[in-house]
């Protein structure tokens, strides 16, 4: 998910088909420069060289989203778009084609990916990128995978896996004994006051296409 302002002006995109190593390209309707859809970078036009921020987001289920977050609000489709829209239409092609995702982790000025695969029977990866502290939880039964920078105040806390439900990747605190939501980054016990971790900039990506974008950066479980 990207923040469309850019140079103070708000952009509005479409595309028109176009691929660039397996990736879309868009535009702006403003002035039509060229986009790459997996970098958020400008290829070509009035903004050439210029990168999209991106914003923090959770790819998960919609009944995996409504336990996490009861109170979320969502914009509604016409009716007659429900159905359409109900079943992701690229899915028989992914089957089809063996496509792998993983979980894209931006820290600072660094990235790397963590192939879902890599991660079954992995919930809790806790390791470093660059000089930021990374906590990567795995939630296997709704594939949801989630980054957070695991310090409050600026000091690194270090967690332990206490259990997987059906809904929840449940953490525990090593160091004061609080228990988390792993997929919130939120405490659910303890009596002192209840800090969030900072979640990380991520979005999930085609494993086999992270190289042809990100050639220099390292991929989890990988020399």
């Known amino acids: 998910m990207y923040v469309r302002r850019v140079q103070d002006k708000t952009l509005d995109f479409g595309h ?23 970098t958020g970078r400008c290829i070509d036009g009035k ?9 923090p987001v959770t790819h998960t289920t919609w009944g995996e989203w409504r336990v996490l977050h009861p109170h979320t609000l969502v914009l509604a489709k016409p009716s007659y778009l ?3 829209y109900r ?14 995702f993983g979980l894209a982790v931006f820290a600072a000025d660094r990235q790397k990916l ?18 930021q502290s990374v906590l990567v939880v795995f939630h296997e039964p709704s594939r949801t995978a989630v980054a957070f920078d695991p310090s409050i105040g600026g000091h690194r806390m270090d ?26 980054g939120r405490p659910i016990s303890g009596d002192e006051p209840k800090p ?9 990506f085609v494993v086999s296409n992270w190289p042809k974008h990100f050639p220099d950066s390292p991929v989890f479980g990988m020399p």
């Not at 439900?165 to 919130?184: E, M, Q, Y």
């Open 114 to 131: 963590y192939p879902l695969e890599e991660l079954q029977g992995s919930p809790l990866v806790q390791e470093t990128l660059g000089d």
């Open 159 to 184: 967690f332990e896996l206490v259990e997987v439900t059906d809904t929840d990747v449940v953490i525990r605190d090593a160091d004061r004994g609080a228990v988390w939501s792993g997929l919130t």
């Open 196 to 204: 969030q971790l900072r979640q990380y900039r991520t979005t999930q």
């Open 47 to 55: 903004f050439k060289g210029e990168q999209l921020p991106t914003l």
């Open 87 to 100: 079943h992701d239409g690229y899915e028989r092609s992914y089957l089809l084609r063996g496509t792998k």
């Open 82 to 84: 429900i159905e359409k």
């Open 16 to 38: 028109r088909g176009w691929l660039l190593d397996e990736s879309f390209i868009f535009y702006d309707k403003q002035y039509d420069s060229l986009w790459v859809q997996a």
